[in-house]
T-cell receptor, first 113, second 114 residues
Framework: DQQVKQNSPSLSVQEGRISILNCDYT??????FLWYKKYPAEGPTFLIS?????DKNEDGRFTVFLNKSAKHLSLHIVPSQPGDSAVYFC????????????FGTGTRLTIIP | DTAVSQTPKYLVTQMGNDKSIKCEQN?????MYWYKQDSKKFLKIMFS???????INETVPNRFSPKSPDKAHLNLHINSLELGDSAVYFC?????????????FGSGTRLTVV
């Protein structure tokens, strides 16, 4: 039972354009969402997060949008750069007494120079 | 100076063997985790420890046993290894998800059982 889903296994975007990665979740108890970036042979690294009391959080070129009614979040990267090529994982947590993160299966983003 | 380090990075072993993976964090975090990334690239939690106390134990076979000698270390022992245990195992630590920084992951241990 996959509670966090990333339905696009891969995405290719031209350098300089916007990359939009999508994530859907089914558990309404989730109230905190994160995006991680992973390069080959490395562990995932934290990118940006958003709590359920917000609908947008921005950090430099990265913006995460949360639509709670649709149980959907997205990560926007503008402008996309070659170094952004990686696998992006969406993750969710609920109930702050339990720090468990539930991850999606990832989207491989390729930035085309 | 690696924040979360795990050893070994690669581990190839035969079925039936017992092996351990070590993890250490120097971030002063209270909580540590083991995650497994299977062949479908699905990252799934196995265990979490908070200040040496087991907090989360997902549906993991008894052959897997975490050991936390102190809050900076969380080792994973696997007995009687099976082919299906082949995966990448990630250690992670966190202080408080409410700080907005999530987990810090190690670089992973690729376990191959032959």
């Amino acid at each position: 039972d996959q509670q966090v889903k990333q339905n696009s296994p891969s995405l290719s975007v031209q350098e300089g354009r916007i990359s939009i990665l999508n994530c859907d979740y089914t558990n309404s108890m989730f109230d905190y969402f994160l995006w991680y970036k992973k390069y080959p042979a490395e562990g995932p690294t934290f990118l940006i997060s958003i709590s359920s009391i917000k609908d947008k959080n921005e950090d430099g070129r990265f913006t995460v949008f949360l639509n709670k009614s649709a149980k959907h979040l997205s990560l926007h990267i503008v402008p996309s750069q070659p170094g952004d090529s990686a696998v992006y994982f969406c993750a969710a947590a609920g109930d702050f007494g339990n720090e468990k993160l539930t991850f999606g299966t990832g989207t491989r983003l390729t930035i085309i120079p | 100076d690696t924040a979360v380090s795990q050893t070994p990075k690669y581990l190839v072993t035969q079925m039936g063997n017992d092996k351990s993976i070590k993890c250490e964090q120097n971030l002063g975090h209270d909580t540590m985790y083991w995650y497994k990334q299977d062949s479908k690239k699905f990252l799934k939690i196995m265990f979490s420890y908070n200040n040496k106390e087991l907090i989360i134990n997902e549906t993991v076979p008894n052959r897997f046993s975490p050991k936390s000698p102190d809050k900076a270390h969380l080792n994973l022992h696997i007995n009687s290894l099976e082919l299906g245990d082949s995966a990448v195992y990630f250690c992670a630590s966190s202080q408080d998800l409410g700080t907005g920084y999530g987990y810090t992951f190690g670089s992973g241990t690729r376990l191959t059982v032959v």
